[in-house]
């Protein structure tokens, strides 16, 4: 049965998932949103016995139901390969009784390639699908870890280009080099004078310049986005916990049909929202426990039916995490308003306008299958010395945020179901808060003595993106203002 996309904010025509991929957002500013979440169609033991990659198959074509068998495979066969570090993508690690879902063994040691890795070919194939023969260009502002997924992803993909805009003294040392280093003769990396905001700015005005929309035009150019709320970036996030599953039922950890919870240490809402329609598709899911830092939004929202963005942004050590706007719970509100998109678009108007908004009580009622709870800075250091002293495992910032939610998780509710904690990125990307944690001792140490030590504690080799950095050539050296970034994409594109 085929699913077609509505946006959250219109009762317009749906679209197809391809034109939905190509969109990124419709434009009414809603999120693109599937018609019904389709059941999963093979039986949990056969979904134990399959590969990521088959994995991947089963449920993406579900979803993405314009796409020919061919064209999907062919995506998931060049996305999950051996850019890779392991053959089985998203590994199981069990540790302090609960299962670590390793989601960083891509490129850029981080989570979003799991998504980042694929949606480049999605969208070259939803392109074609909709007679586009212009070049793509995806237009990327960084605060860091974005850019270099994207960069990774898009690196070589024939009819794409990339541009990524970060804030020159914005970012830190590791994720400049990482960025700087990047190769593909259609990659290109500028950094700005001036911070985040400045860049992100420079970007959306460059993609409503409609001059230049034409100017690119005329020369065979087109903009895209890569952005998370992409339903080509939210799709291939389900797969993972579908297949999470698969692994406990191989193991043994669990029976058919029995429930796991999951754990997901939450910025923007898209990593855990993939959970929840996996759920929906008839996994066995039991809570979805959503785990904030300090800049606990969904927190506060979960206790108490309001979301406010009012208030002060903690920087913290899982920088990823740091976000006052989730943009993808817009598609939970929408799904809780009854598929609403006249009460959707109020509440979001609501959030722009004031930068807060209450869901009724009958909404309240529909969230039931989550959890929501906060770590503190404290309480995330101690998850990562505790795993360390009492297991030999050591975690990221990010992923101590949600070992730590689900230790509370447990003490107050006592639910012993099995639990998968997704683990967004590897301990060597943040190797100084994590090594500051295990013993402030190594404060004292340079980064990349820091990142020998972490290799040796924890056993594991350092991974290949790491290693790289160490010596690999730079390779973009721009640097402009502010104001001068459509220029600069101009003639990177030679028009
Ligand atoms: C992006 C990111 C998150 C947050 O994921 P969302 O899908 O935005 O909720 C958590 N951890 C890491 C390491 C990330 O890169």
Redesign the pocket.
């Known amino acids: 049965m085929q699913v077609l996309y509505y946006s959250t904010r219109s009762a317009k025509e749906p679209v197809t998932a391809s034109w939905a991929i190509l969109k990124g957002l419709s434009e009414d500013g809603g999120l693109f949103v599937p018609d019904h979440v389709p059941a999963l169609d093979k039986s949990l033991e056969e979904l134990s016995r399959m590969s990521y990659q088959e994995t991947a198959y089963e449920v993406m074509k579900l979803f993405l139901t314009d796409f020919t068998e061919e064209e999907l495979k062919d995506c998931i066969r060049k996305a999950y390969d051996d850019k890779f570090d392991t053959r089985e993508i998203a590994p199981l690690k069990e540790a302090d009784g609960a299962y670590f879902l390793e989601l ?1 063994h891509g490129a850029t040691i ?3 390639d799991m998504a980042l890795s694929i949606l480049p070919h999605l969208l070259t194939v939803s392109a074609r699908k909709n007679h586009i023969t212009n070049q793509i260009v995806i237009l990327t502002a960084t605060s860091g ?2 850019g270099k997924a994207a960069l990774a992803g898009f690196a070589e993909v024939e009819g794409t280009r990339i541009v990524v805009f970060y804030p020159k003294n914005g970012v830190s040392p590791i994720q400049e080099r990482q960025m700087v280093t990047q190769k593909g003769a259609n990659t290109y990396v500028v950094g700005i004078h001036g911070n985040f905001d400045d860049a992100q700015t420079g970007v959306k005005k460059i993609f409503s310049d409609k001059e230049l929309e034409r100017e690119m035009g005329e020369k065979g150019f087109q903009f895209s986005s890569a952005n ?1 709320i992409n339903i080509g970036r939210l799709v291939p ?1 389900i797969v993972y916990y579908v297949h999470a599953y698969g692994r406990l039922l191989a193991k043994g950890r669990l029976k058919a049909g029995e429930p796991m919870n999951v754990v ?11 959970a929840f329609y996996a759920k929906n598709m008839g996994l066995p899911i039991g809570k979805l426990i959503c785990a904030s830092n300090d800049n606990k939004v969904l927190y506060d929202f979960f206790a108490t039916g309001v979301y406010d963005r009012n208030r002060e942004f903690v920087l913290t050590t ?1 920088p ?2 740091d ?1 006052l706007i ?1 943009s ?1 719970l817009e598609r939970l509100i929408y799904r809780i308003a009854g598929n609403d998109p006249v009460r959707n678009r109020e509440l979001m108007a609501s959030l722009s306008a004031g930068g807060r908004y209450e869901i009724t009580p009958k909404m309240r009622e529909r969230l039931g299958d989550f959890y929501g709870n906060f770590a503190t800075e404290a309480e995330a250091a101690a998850a990562i010395a505790r795993l360390y002293r009492d297991c030999g495992y050591v975690i ?1 910032p ?2 101590a945020v949600a070992a730590s939610v689900y230790e509370k998780y447990r003490q107050e509710t006592g639910d012993g179901t099995p639990s998968v904690i ?1 683990s ?2 590897s301990p060597f ?1 943040f190797t100084r808060s994590v090594m500051e944690a295990i013993d402030p001792k190594y404060a004292a140490m340079k980064d990349f003595d820091l990142v020998d030590e972490l290799s040796a504690l924890a056993g594991v080799p350092v991974p290949p993106a790491i290693e790289e950095i160490r010596t690999a050539p730079v390779l973009h050296n721009h640097v402009c203002e502010a104001g001068e970034m459509k220029q600069v994409v101009k003639e990177f594109l030679g028009i």
């Open positions: 960083f981080a989570f979003k870890d974005t998370s996030q997901v240490p939450t910025g923007n809402f898209g990593n855990i929202l993939a899982s990823s995490m976000i989730s993808n990221d990010h992923t997704a967004t990125a990307k």
